[in-house]
Nanobody, 123 residues
């Protein structure tokens, strides 16, 4: 069973919004940390946002603060990434990931990955 299943993504014009979902379907309970990474064209993968699922502690990269938000539905073991005021530089493949320990902005700790979903923002 695929541990993390993503949905959402697509193409949007700058200033638009998209929502990504990630279901931890391969887990019996929500992982300690769930987060989203992205990899833009010619760029390294970077951590964007994460949530500590027990206490709802959220972490945001500076580049997305005020525009992106992460929330969860613990009963569904699902996290949602709401992306508003999208910019062309937000374009990339977005990956859901999970980590077994916190703090949840320790990006190197994430070791379980979804298949990725493409987000394209046109100017």
């Amino acid at each position: 069973q695929v541990p993390l299943v993503e949905s959402g993504g697509g193409s949007v014009q700058a200033g638009g919004s998209l929502r990504l979902s990630c279901a931890a379907s391969g887990y019996t309970a929500s992982p300690v940390c769930m987060g989203w990474f992205r990899q833009g064209p010619g760029k390294e993968r970077e951590g964007v946002v994460s949530i500590q699922t027990s206490y709802n502690l959220r972490y945001y990269a500076d580049s997305v603060k005020g525009r992106f938000s992460i929330n969860q539905d613990k009963a569904k073991k699902t996290v949602y990434l709401q992306m508003n005021s999208l910019l062309p530089e937000d374009t990339g493949m977005y990956f859901c990931a999970a980590a077994a320990s916190w703090p949840c902005d320790r990006w190197s700790a994430y070791d379980t990955w979804g298949q990725g979903t493409q987000v394209t923002v046109s100017s």
